[in-house]
């Protein structure tokens, strides 16, 4: 074929559109839908104890959903938002990573940071808003984040923490650090113009970052296919950056944990971003403000539970021996029984001293708040009725 | 006339400027057969066609960029961003572009067609991102309308207006009253003229000047003043750009005292545009400096959310510092 | 190989990334730098008329460009962005429109709207900001526009005509107007957040537009590859979006005439969004406020000369009999007299009266900004040397 | 001590705060080898590298983006954005994610590593999109610095406490007078303290206060004043945000009259800010109304520039117009 010497392009004489279906990337999984080993696959190198591990993360973020939506509803806490369906997606992938790796999260991945340690009572502070919050009760239940445990914090507007992910991997790379970053986001935030931001700079920079697509077929009410997007979903993506790439069954432990520590090695190693993209389902609605009666089939739910990703796994690790189903339901009420503790403790402690407020907009506050927030407290003390969350406390200090 | 809240006011508007052009669209993050989530848009589609009343891919500045587009082309697109602090990605899209479209191209081209509606404000415990109230940010752009209505039956009249007005429009839904305020609307067709700030209650002793849901909270309070003998004017600005200058001097004219209370942080916002026009407007008449009372200038804080908001309470005090000044 | 029932997906058990160069796409040419057909390749069927009338508007565009160069060194206007290198481009590809559809570009696409007719007096009459100019002269030299042919005002900022593009076209789907909008872009401009947007909104949509990438290999000083992006191009992303694609040769006139004429084919007939990548070569300066020796060799430049796609073209209507050198020549000639009768009769024209300072703003000036102008204009009466452009006139009326 | 121009003295910090900190990087459309399209960043590359001082693909909010996630993993990150008319596609980056890291985070996480440069303003001929003055769309926006330099020497010592300031900072280059202004310059390392107004010249009749290029404008304004035997006091208030209203306040209550001048248009921008907090700060003190010498509330059009312009016959009429109220 005839080449393009400044282009170093193949030159072809028939005007032959591409098809926008010419590259459709297959689904990499491992764990089939009954719990054995596909045939031609092989189970990742995973001990016991961190296939245990991964197992438990998965039943306490199960805990937690179920109670906190049942929190919700009984007026506990004003929102709530379950990763039901998508506990492997998350917890296979940061199973993946060391812990000084760098998370950055959408805010459907509280399995990634309970798999880095993030305790009961951690994410009660949180969703509770009380003083015990890391983030101090400013942003909404399930907005976690921990210096400590690299998992940064989670913010509402979507897909910003893409680019931002390609950055922070550029100061890991500039720092010889041997870390890399992993940037979740779901199919919905990939339309964002962030996300092009994001991947065109890591592919050009060459920063140790997996971005990790969860596609779970829905944003709030639309659907991924042909109202999100019209082509083969993200992973073509990826390739068009000029970016290794992968799709894998974001219900399958194995393939997720697989693909990422894949992943991570051309991250950390080789300096290749990589794109991941998780197909999954997200089994309940989108938050507890949403229906999704409204806008999706039983059918379709049902169908999906037969793809469950922990009893899934769980059925493996019974095969394997390593677990019993009774193990597995002891383990169950036992940490059910510590998310219900934890949950009345936080719901006692007190929100954050209103002096509070005005902390943390700069590094320190300047005068203007300083005079903002006297006036405020000068008005509280004559209304302290109005503000019974704070007046009893104002004079007390912090 | 029918009990609407400010939903199926906005909702009603809708439909009667889809029924009346078929050049109407509708469209947003979840705006289609599902009807948004706060269901402003809901049976559109039904009535109108999945052409008509749409979902869009979840990108805002794409949803602008497409809504200007649209709109240029002879349209009118009403386009839904999810929540007013998600419009920022669309920011450029907006003053950049829809602002500047008429003067950039002589008039050869506008997006006179285009409306963007955004549920704004706080009160809902929402925290910093489904909270703010970033009417300021736009009231610096010349060629935008600003619009903000406080109860079903201006909702209605002015998005009328909005929608088959020759100019941009950006129109912010007080969120907070969505469901909360409910009063009588007629069913059919009525227009509300956009620029004309709106006389709620007349009085002498000071002008109480608020718009969107801040309008109630200032009528709270001139009623708590009320006991005490202060006599408010409350107006409510309605449009916020370009604004009506000449009620509001008029009323401070007479009273010789203005407060003007925001939801949004104090800095920069639109209440100090108001009290930078009307000292000057106004200077001899003025007994007290103008007060603003508005949000702290902190992102907006979930769990204090009641001591960071601009209550009623929060008015009343300014009103009286100004009457004792 | 198994398939997934949900997303109808093949599966695969091994973890194989895509690589990043999976997807590459060649380059289609019909003309040869020698200005031969090339073997395999097919003329367009295109009359001699249309053939004459390209390659005039070619000859036309390159004579502006020169001579609005020269005017600027010479401090006649204040700026200037030529097309040279990229005619082939801009014409070639409006060709193959009708006046009906709708003409976005981002700036270098003067020839597409010289093509459509836009008058000698009327791209003076822009270029010096008189009172002629359609956009009042508001906007900086190149920024033209006309309603009346279909070419929608530029405007400086990148890549926001993309999802407008999109918007434009969904109400020409809507209308069944039987036309489509054509968007040009450069490849750097494909970076901004809203070629995202306007790309997959039209995949989603399936409306008639034709996005035209003009990839010139630089974006001021930035070269396009690796360093704006780190995949083989653009055109790769169209596949992504599951859009039709392809990829020509930008010099040619014959390949970017006859893609873009099967494009439009896709786009009005069957409502399919396009993209097509035109691999080219910005062979001037960014504009007069550049100077390329800073960031790229001479050598490079002089490669492209080899491929200057009006010589190209020239010397096939030669070998085809349709035109000789000496007519050529003279047209030449004519042309350039034209041009420079124009540009001196434009620079006596005045500029706008002061009144129309706020016109256009709103659809008629409110209040306030009435209030603005009769301040300026008072001011103005009683300094009127330091404002000798308007002061003569200002109580002449417009 | 050195001559140096406006861009040299940006220069100058650049390479001081990259020579200081090896985690200092500077980023931006074409701000690599070829040094920007003004040169702020010429000599960069060879000095510290590709790696630190590079070319971005062509995304406002791309850069932005990957600016915060570089200040938040430690890093400082000097950000050009080519002019300040196209930051807009960055905005959500700038306001909702830099200027509320540290506060959502409960400050877990911050990005005051995080400086943007960018140059902007009028008078080159550069029609609506290189000629915007958009600091009052920062303005409102609690968490941000916003530093405006006047000349030479306070553009070096202000981008280098920018620089290394824990707090994000949007700091604006008049590109008028990049060549335009030149002066003494400490060849070292200096800093000079954010949020501090500057007194550029005593008075005691009436203060002018501008910021950035609108400062040399307001100075010569003054000079004609003094002809009249006006004295002006000229302040330059340098910092945008957080701002210093003591010095002005102090000042004001001397001179009983303010006139506060920017390139911007009138409508809620930053002159707004200032005089709705003065009137409150300064109400028994003031002896005329505060004049605000703006621009126009149109785009910024480019045969009219010179009348659109606010240049020093205008705020000179201002001032006389003060003192003769
Ligand atoms: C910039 C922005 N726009 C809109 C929203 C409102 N919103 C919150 S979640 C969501 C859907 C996100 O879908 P996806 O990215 O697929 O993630 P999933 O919820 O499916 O995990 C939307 C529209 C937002 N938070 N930020
Ligand atoms: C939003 C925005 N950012 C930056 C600029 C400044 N700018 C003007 S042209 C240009 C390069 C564009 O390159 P490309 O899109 O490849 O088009 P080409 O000039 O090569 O035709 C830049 C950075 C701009 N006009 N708008
Ligand atoms: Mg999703
Ligand atoms: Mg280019």
């Known amino acids: 074929m005839a080449k393009d010497t400044q282009h170093q392009l193949d030159i072809v004489t028939q005007p032959q559109f591409i098809d926008g279906s010419a590259l459709t990337i297959p689904m990499f999984q491992i764990l089939s839908e009954d719990g054995t080993i596909r045939k031609g696959a092989k189970a990742p190198e995973m001990d016991k104890e961190l296939a245990l591990k991964i197992f438990s993360t998965m039943q306490f973020i199960r805990i937690l959903d179920e109670r906190m939506i049942a929190a919700q509803r009984q007026g506990r806490i004003s929102f709530y938002l379950s990763s039901l369906g998508e506990e492997a997606a998350s917890i296979g992938s940061a199973a993946a990573l060391i812990p000084e790796d760098m998370i950055m999260g959408q805010y459907r991945e509280q399995g990634a940071l309970a798999f880095r340690g993030f305790t009961v009572e951690q994410f009660m502070n949180q969703l509770f808003s009380n003083e015990r919050d890391f983030g101090k009760g400013r942003q909404m239940p399930v907005h976690y984040g921990c210096a400590d445990l690299n998992f940064m914090t989670i913010a509402s507007p979507l897909a910003t923490q893409i680019p931002q992910a390609t950055g922070y991997a550029y100061g890991q790379k500039m720092d010889k650090s041997g870390t890399c970053t992993i940037c979740y986001f779901g199919e919905g935030a990939a339309s964002e113009g962030d996300f092009h931001a994001g991947l065109n700079m890591a592919s050009v920079y060459k920063v140790p970052v997996i971005f990790f697509c969860r596609n779970n077929g829905y944003a709030i009410s639309t659907p991924s296919q042909g109202e999100q997007y019209g082509g083969d979903g993200i992973a073509p993506r990826g390739v068009a950056y000029g970016m290794k790439t992968i799709r894998v069954d974001g219900n399958d432990v194995f393939a997720v944990y697989e693909a990422t520590r894949l992943a991570r090695e051309l991250a950390v190693e080789h300096n290749e971003p990589v794109l991941i993209e998780g197909m999954s389902y997200r089994m309940a609605g989108h938050s507890t403000s949403d229906d999704p009666t409204g806008y999706r089939t039983r059918e379709e739910e049902n169908a999906w539970k037969g793809k469950d990703p922990v009893v899934r796994f769980q059925k493996w690790l019974q095969n394997q021996g390593w677990i019993t189903e009774e193990q597995a339901e002891q383990n169950y009420e036992e940490k059910k029984a510590m998310v219900l503790a934890a949950l009345k403790e936080a719901e006692t402690i007190p929100v954050p001293h209103i002096d509070e407020i005005i902390e943390d907009v700069y590094d320190t506050p300047p005068k203007h708040l300083q005079k903002q927030l006297a006036e405020l407290k000068a008005h509280i003390r004559k209304y302290p009725e109005a503000y019974p969350k704070t007046a009893p406390r104002i004079d007390g200090g912090k | ?325």
Chains 1, 3 share one sequence.
């Not at chain 2, 508007?13 to 029924?19: P, R, Y």
């Not at chain 2, 909360?180 to 000047?209: F, N, R, S």
């Not at chain 2, 001097?249 to 949004?264: F, I, N, Y």
């Open chain 2, 1 to 325: 006339m029918a009990k609407m809240n400010l939903l199926q006011a906005v909702n009603s508007a809708l439909d009667i400027a889809m029924a009346k052009s078929d050049k109407v669209y509708s469209f947003g993050e979840d705006t289609g057969s599902f009807g948004g989530v706060f269901r402003a848009t809901s049976g559109l589609t039904e009535k109108y066609g999945r052409h008509r009343n749409f979902n869009t891919p979840l990108v805002e500045q794409g949803i602008i960029g497409f809504a200007n587009g649209l709109a240029s082309q002879g349209s009118y697109a009403v386009a839904e961003i999810q929540f007013g602090d998600y419009i920022f990605p669309a920011f450029d899209q907006i003053v950049n572009e829809a602002a500047k479209f008429r003067y950039r191209s002589g008039n050869e081209f506008n997006v006179g067609g285009l409306t963007i509606r955004t549920p704004y404000g706080g009160g809902i415990s929402g925290g910093h991102y489904h909270s703010q109230s970033p009417e300021a940010y736009f009231a610096h752009t010349p060629g935008m309308k600003i619009v903000m209505p406080r109860n079903p039956y201006m909702a209605k009249g002015l998005l009328l207006s909005a929608i088959f007005d020759p100019n941009p429009v950006l129109f912010m839904e007080p969120k907070r009253l969505y469901r909360a305020a409910v009063g009588e609307v007629p069913e059919g067709e009525y227009m509300l003229e956009l620029g004309k700030a709106d006389i709620v209650q007349e009085g002498t002793d000071v002008t109480v000047l608020a718009w969107g849901a801040q309008v109630e909270i200032a009528e709270k309070a001139a009623e708590m003043a009320a006991q005490d003998g202060i006599s408010c004017e409350v107006i409510d600005l309605v449009t916020i750009l370009p604004w009506d200058v000449d009620t509001v001097a008029e009323s401070v004219r007479k009273t010789g005292r203005l407060v003007v209370t925001q939801e949004a942080p104090l800095t920069n916002g639109f209440a100090s545009e108001v009290a930078a026009t009307i000292q000057e407007e106004c200077f001899l008449y003025l007994e007290s400096p103008i007060a603003r009372v508005c949000g702290l200038d902190t992102p907006y804080p979930l769990s204090h959310e009641k001591e960071y908001f601009v209550d009623h309470l929060k008015v009343y005090e300014a009103i009286k510092a100004s009457m004792t000044y």
